[in-house]
């Protein structure tokens, strides 16, 4: 809640709710909290990786993962 707070106080704001709405709300432990990120290149091709962009898209899943319990998804063409 310290990095939310610090956030906020520097400038980031919410789109909806407040600083307090989220204080409230993971206090008392009714909320899920998911998150779910996802990677869109229309132009890239997924039949055509290069293994350098295999790798750099494995670390950013293990990152989301890691950071905040999330998942990522990759939207390309076929």
Do not use: Y
Not at 22 to 44: C, H, M, N, T, Y
């Amino acid at each position: 809640m310290q990095k939310l707070h610090e956030r906020v106080a520097s400038g980031s704001t919410f789109l909806r709710g407040s600083e307090a709405e989220v204080q409230r709300l993971i206090g008392s432990g009714d909320a899920k909290i998911e998150f779910e990120v996802w990677l869109v290149q229309p132009g890239f091709s997924a039949g055509n990786m290069e293994d350098r962009i295999t790798t750099l898209l494995l670390a950013a899943d293990s990152f989301v993962a890691r950071a905040c319990g999330g998942t990522m998804k990759v939207l390309c063409s076929a």
